[in-house]
């Protein structure tokens, strides 16, 4: 069993930044392919990036460039920076496995114009 806990979120201008940080418990967490996903009201939950154990990342197109994704399977934590957010960013995110079996309660990311 793994439990994820995310931290990081809040109100920023567009143009700014934020660090999303997932803390997690569990010995497994480090052979775990991790993602993070946001859903925006009324919208599906999407995957914006996600990291193999090894290091290797993925991206949504909408993302590249802007945000990246990294792990420390050490601390058992994966993080996400972005930079250059704009409005169309704001949505709850959440950190998750890539099978989507493990989630984090997710954390407000809201971005004013």
């Known amino acids: 069993q793994v439990q994820l806990v995310e931290s990081g979120g ?10 999303l940080s997932c803390a997690a418990s569990g010995s497994i967490f480090s052979i775990l392919t991790m993602g993070w996903y ?4 009324g919208k599906q939950r999407d995957l ?3 990291i ?15 945000f990246t994704i990294s792990r ?3 601390k058992r934590t994966v993080s996400l920076q972005m930079i250059s957010l704009k409005p169309g960013d ?4 959440y950190c998750a496995d890539i099978l989507r079996r ?8 809201t971005v004013s114009s």
């Open 48 to 50: 914006v990036a996600s």
């Open 72 to 74: 420390d399977n050490a």
């Open 90 to 93: 704001t949505a709850v995110y």
């Open 10 to 19: 809040g109100l920023v201008q567009a143009g700014g930044s934020l660090r």
């Open 38 to 41: 946001r859903q925006a009201p």
């Open 102 to 109: 493990y989630w984090g309660q997710g954390t407000q990311v």
């Open 52 to 66: 193999t154990s090894g290091g290797t990342t993925n991206y949504a197109d909408s993302v590249k460039g802007r």
